[in-house]
């Protein structure tokens, strides 16, 4: 497996661009376009949010169809809480997009990303497509990478590459996300291209493994949004025998998708809004998987334990007490803590200056990884959490303004 | 029903006394022991967190015999992850005081509150104690009520009284708390006092009905505590013939009990940590209380929602966001939100620019209520909730150092 340049475009037969429609303030890029030569299999995964925005609806719709041709998205307005004018908005962008490449509407998904609850400028929209059509280019991944930024200070861009059944396979994809950053599902969009043959379920199936273990593990600030989608989007184009479910190369091709998407995930996490630190946080020992990810997920969104890897506080007590209300049954004699390895807390008690030492200089790593043993059977969860910061709380205080 | 000087002390028979003990740096005030003259029936409600602290593990034992006399309290040490040591020194405490007392250790309730995970300094509250002991007095409430202060900047006192059955019978209490705030039971030590004549099942069962409608409505930052207490100690001295579920004067006892708990959950409410506004979060409309509580607790918790509270910003989209991801079923367009009375969305969707020009008015207030109808049902539920600030962030990254 190698890892390449190029981002959602590196894959063969895909183009793709971005320009400023107005939709954002200040001329900043905010509309984006990719665009795959040949229509081919499509994959999808959405927000868990009952209150979905328009351009979910409408891609879960198309996705019916399972084909896919292009995927036009805009940063700046997220089109939710907009009722049924912002459906008939989001149909309008699939239809424009159809007609500028003779594809049918229902080959075309739509994103949206942005404030919620107001609608969206769609005479800007109208106005910026011919010129973003014209600016659909092979080399075009980062252009459109850039356009659907949000409050994201880093492009997040991924493309990588293996020899599956003697053909070179690719792919490529892109995110923004850095705020409302939840598993269920990591609120952010992601899109993928891959020129890899395969069949529409090997590659939802392959999508769903893929996001379970990067997308859906990541929590910025616990809040999970309208709009969160992921698409990868197939075209063939590398020439292989059609993937399926447990042919040969399948593997292969998971690993592909599985890498893109951790990737992509940790792109998201390391420009998570505000954040200064990345923190595994792995339990192990749990009765049961649902207990080793309830515990990692309170560990992963309290507040005071974020505060304090900011402050690069070993205050581990914080992780105790979110333990603690994570309502599964504890045994607190058997519960232990580890940072980097080593061991802070055994047998529910802290173990005192030498290892409280040892942990003050942990803490003060960009990246690390809290285990917590909770001593009682097998199972384990992981989750990747950020640190809480000022800059966080200024760039949500005035989002809007 | 009048409001009184005098906080915990304000009824009849009650003493209290706040010492520095050396528990707490630079020599604040760190231990605080409140005394009935004379022993009388105790009524309590304890953290539901898994890993409780030494002190709840204590007072729950105490708490069988369902008499109490006296509450030896620190500040400064939490006494929590602290094993059996633990679990000895809170023991100690509570038959240092006995013995100061002529008492029975098992009338003696412990609490502590700071940092979690260091063994407490024993030897420093064994040479306060004597101090405090001598210190006790009838205008000690205050004294007692500074003592147990963390990050408090102010002293939380309550005392109400009214005529029940002829007599004049008084509350009065003391909290703590500013971070780790949330339902169940909103972190914090809380102890009132009364000199009601009143049997202990009416007692503990008045004082339920009261923490369910005050301490378990409140939250500043989602975290719940190892060391949660709220008690409520009784000594008959108004001379009223005994309360009992049900008798005359029982329904006016109790709302001075919830007149006093309601009270001290606002003040710990808008002295939480880096606090600037307090807003009721209100769900109506819903299928359960289930479900009411549910959706209230996801938008009281929401970070997303309380850095726009900070940031005065009517960014409703992320109230409809965090309702949501409550894990309801929702029907969007019967969705309504308003402020202080105020529609600002209605079927989903927002009522557009005049309707913002007035929130950008009310989320200036200082105080103000959301109100989400989720038009499906008649149940409801209410919370507290407080905007998320720099300060917040501030004091929770050096709580330690």
Redo the contacts between chains.
């Keep these: 497996m190698k890892t390449l340049r190029g981002g959602i475009t590196a894959p063969l037969g895909f183009l793709a661009g971005g320009v400023a429609a107005g939709i954002k303030k200040r001329g900043l890029p905010d509309l984006a376009l990719v665009v795959s030569e040949r229509p081919g299999p499509i994959a999808g995964l959405f927000t868990?949010?009952?209150?979905?925005a328009a351009p979910v609806l409408l891609d879960r719709r198309h996705l019916r169809y399972r084909r896919g041709r292009a995927v036009i998205v805009n940063s700046g307005n997220?089109n939710?809480?907009?009722?049924s004018?912002?459906l008939a908005d989001a149909e309008e962008m699939a239809r424009l997009v159809a007609r500028g490449l003779h594809a049918r509407p229902r080959t075309v998904f739509v994103g949206s990303t942005g404030?919620?609850?107001?609608p969206l400028p769609m005479s800007r929209i109208r106005r910026g497509l011919p010129t973003l059509l014209q600016r659909l280019r092979r080399s075009g991944g980062r252009d459109a990478a850039r356009a659907i930024m949000t409050t994201d200070r880093r492009i997040k861009e991924v493309a990588v590459q293996d020899r599956i059944a003697g053909h070179l396979v690719t792919v490529g994809g892109m995110a923004k996300g850095a705020?409302?950053i939840h598993p269920d599902m990591a609120t952010m969009l992601a899109y993928l291209s891959t020129d890899a043959a395969i069949a529409q379920p090997a590659l939802q199936q392959s999508l769903r493994h893929a996001v379970n273990r990067s997308f859906n593990c990541i929590s910025v600030?616990?809040?999970?949004?309208?709009n969160d989608t992921v698409l990868c989007l197939a075209n063939g184009m590398a020439g292989n025998p059609t993937l399926r479910a447990g042919s040969p190369g399948f593997a292969a091709f998971r690993r592909l998708l599985d890498y893109a998407c951790h990737s992509l995930a940790m792109q998201v996490c390391r420009d998570g809004e505000g954040v200064t630190k990345v923190v595994q946080v792995l339990v192990v020992g749990a009765r049961s998987s649902a207990h080793a990810r309830r515990a990692a997920t309170v560990v992963a969104?309290?507040?005071?334990v974020k505060?304090?890897l900011?402050?690069e506080?070993g205050?581990?007590?914080?992780i105790?007490?979110?333990?603690?209300?994570?309502?599964?049954?504890?045994n607190?004699?058997r519960?232990g803590l580890s940072f980097d390895g080593v061991p802070i807390?055994k047998?529910?008690?802290?173990l005192g200056p030498a290892a409280e030492r040892r942990l003050a200089q942990i803490v003060r790593r960009r990246e690390f990884t809290i285990t917590v043993n909770l001593g009682q059977g097998r199972a384990r969860a992981q989750l990747w959490t950020t640190d809480?910061?000022?800059d966080?709380?200024?760039i949500?205080?005035?989002?809007?303004?």
Tied chains: 1, 2.
């Design positions: 868990r949010n009952q209150l979905p997220a939710a809480c907009t009722g004018r912002g404030v919620i609850g107001q705020g409302m600030d616990g809040d999970t949004s309208t969104t309290s507040c005071l505060t304090a900011f402050g506080d205050n581990w007590g914080r105790m007490a979110a333990i603690g209300r994570a309502g599964i049954g504890l607190p004699k519960i807390v047998g529910g008690t802290g809480l910061s000022y966080y709380v200024r949500n205080a005035s989002y809007r303004s």
